[in-house]
């Protein structure tokens, strides 16, 4: 179960009319490709909800061909004018050829045979700067998510990696999800977003950010994600701009009576609908009861204030209730008492007379801490009471690979595999970090002068024996997913004999045995 995470601020404060200027925004997103990428097409959606939330007028394109790209640019740049705020964002291939970047419809990798075609079959990044600079207005920023790898498998010698520098003109900033010339990540597999723009929608929810602080918040939170990849990824951005932007601003900023505006009186159909988009993008980030004003539940009860009968408001209530009666249901399951009385107490805080909390009280009283180390799930999973984490059961699934092998197999497992019938899927599984496998072992259990390996046992009293919680594990070396920091070489691995962790080469072989969270 993932942490909540809870940001305070006031959302419901914030409509075009709370904008000194216009906020205009075009979104592409493109996956479709002859080998698809799994990120764009969601980095585009959530990207243009939560400009829609920010204020933006959004025109969101996924999987868009050349014509669509070029016409939507150019329509883009025909709604700017001089007293608005211009946005472009792109999450898809982008590429470099002659210093000059071109990011790339679905359609254009079969229809370009060589890299001078590029000009003709894909889009020029500099047409959508010259696009947005004929507006005249004193604000463009330009957001790149396109710097993977070269798709151009037949003239790939003739491109270099990553994105060129482009030079930022007079009131443009330009956002890369990489330093010039490096190739940016697409994330883990499985997962929605890539590393760049999951960060940034991150801290785009943030009020009081200026645009330039929040992109170095971004660049520092993707280098300590993938400090551990084999090339660590490092944002960047170019600027010429002469005033702070704020995505969420506090725009109650006090005023002296002789200067206040009078208030706007608004429609009262007007304010429920814009309080229920706000309570649903509270709810859809779990930001359900803490945080005072910033809460789902709050805006919700904003709505019954202004409407008792509003069927939207009172079915968030009941969303509300229902998933804390979820969330309460998985932590008994996995026996995390402390995590399910946290569940029933907001439980009560929403609904006192839920009919649900009786019986989960009565699971909670019941509910006895795991006395052993290991349970044997009967599944081909094997649950450390510990740590929480899930170990696969057949240690010794793979047999030895090199390190990128073997993060690969993890990548590729799922439930039919390795005697797994746990239900996971592909993107679910990983190799263990380096202090997974420090909680993992206990030296006293094998050393060199006593043979043996450095486990326990499934009670955690003594030696590891064979099928006690786990099979086939191996008197070797294990691999782990730790790095050093710009360490394309060595990863560390886990020697269970004695239990000692050492920096081995990658491209040697050493054992997999994989590892996840619970479901």
Known sequence: MKRLVLILFAFSMISLSAFAKERMALVIGNSDYLNPLSNPVNDARDMAKLLGYLGFEVTLKVNADQMTMESAIQAFGEKLHENAVGLFYFSGHGVQYAGDNYLIPINSILRTSAAAHLRYKAVPADYVLAVMQQADNSLNIVILDACRDNPFKGFSKSLKQGLARMESAEGTLIAYATAPDTVALTGEAGGRNSPYTKHLLRFMKQPHLPIESLLKKVRKAVIQETRYEETVQKPWYEASINEDFYFIKDFQTPTTPATQAPPVVKDTAQKIAELLNTCQFRFDNNWLTSGGSGTALACY???????????????????????????????????????????????????????????????????????????????????????????????????????????????????????????????????????????????????????????????????????????????????????????????????????????????????????????
């Not at 909670?364 to 799930?377: A, G, I």
């Open 301 to 519: 009860k904003e709505v019954l204030k202004l409407d008792s009968n509003n069927w939207n408001a009172s079915r968030g209530l009941i969303n509300i209730e229902n998933q804390y009666v979820k969330w309460a249901e998985m932590a008994l399951e996995n026996g995390k008492k402390a995590k399910a009385r946290q569940y029933l107490s907001s439980l009560r805080q929403v609904n006192p007379e839920s009919s649900k909390l009786a019986v989960l009280e009565i699971r909670l009283e019941t509910l006895t801490y795991f006395s052993d180390r290991y349970t044997d799930n009967g599944d081909g999973i094997v649950t450390d009471n510990r740590t929480g984490l899930v170990w696969l059961k057949n240690a010794n699934c793979f047999g030895e690979q090199n390190w990128k092998e073997a993060k690969q197999s993890a990548a590729n497992l799922g439930s039919g595999e390795c005697g797994l019938r746990d239900g996971s899927m592909q993107g679910m599984w990983r190799l263990p970090s380096k202090e997974e496998w420090e909680a993992m072992i206990n030296k006293k259990y094998g050393s060199l002068e006593k043979p043996g390996l450095s486990l326990s046992n499934a009670a955690g009293t003594g030696k590891w024996k064979e099928d006690d919680a786990f099979s086939g594990v191996q008197t070797g070396y294990y691999w782990s997913s730790t790095t050093n920091a710009n360490d394309a070489i060595n990863a560390w691995a886990v020697n269970l004999e004695n239990g000692n962790i050492l920096n081995g080469d990658k491209a040697s072989a050493a054992y997999v045995w994989l590892v996840r969270s619970e479901l």
